[in-house]
């Protein structure tokens, strides 16, 4: 692998490795470890890598939402790590392209499995792991960079969460209609008020909606 492309990488990435060759070695599909015998593949990096997500993904969970039972946490948790969102942050990137992969093994031609792609961002995230001496503050920085905007609360459930927060809590809550849809604009705005301050706003193609996005939007600030 080319210097510039390890530093392409990085700045993609948003982290110089001090090891490079670690950083390699996230790129290393085992077709071609197997293939070139000096070559170690990222497996292991992928196991470490792996844990490190579902912890760090776990820990934020529940400090953003402190009032969530651990079932509800588990359900955000499962939505967030899946292969499909993951491997959709890896194609938004255009890592796959650095790939080191065996001949007549999978290539570009033909596409990367969603696995494949998950295991490259596990891997990184390992990488970065072993890099800082097994210290996890650039493995929660990477993570939280990539996937915290990702955190998938169920549609449907935003106003319902709502109201369970606040009934925990022993707080109010209180939708206003701050803007009605017209012709050609469709679109409602609503104001979240929590014993009587309002704390967020939302919009949407109907009032529900825009309670929902309402919800939503102070859920993730609690």
Known sequence: MHSSDLQEIERIIGYTFKNKELL?????????ANEHKNEESYERLEFLGDAVVNYVVGLFLYETFPTFG????SKIRAGTVDRQTIAGVVDDCGLMKYMRTGRGSINL?????????????????G????????DLTVAKRL?????SDKIKLNNTDY??????????????AEFILLKEGKTGDNRF???????????????GPSKKEAEREAAKIYLKTL
Not at 143 to 147: A, P, Q
Not at 159 to 172: G, I, M, P, R, V
Not at 189 to 203: C, P, R, T
């Open 24 to 32: 390699i070695r996230a790129f290393t599909h085992s077709s071609y």
């Open 159 to 172: 106003k319902s969460l709502l109201l369970e927060h606040c009934a925990k809590t022993s707080k109010n």
């Open 127 to 134: 990488a970065a792991v072993i890099d800082n001496n097994e």
């Open 109 to 125: 031609q033909n596409g990367f499995s969603t696995k494949v792609k998950c295991d490259l961002f596990e891997s990184i995230i």
């Open 70 to 73: 651990e079932g509800k946490l």
């Open 143 to 147: 993570v939280d960079r990539f996937l």
């Open 189 to 203: 705005a609503m104001a979240l008020l929590i014993d009587g301050q309002k704390v967020s706003e939302g919009s």
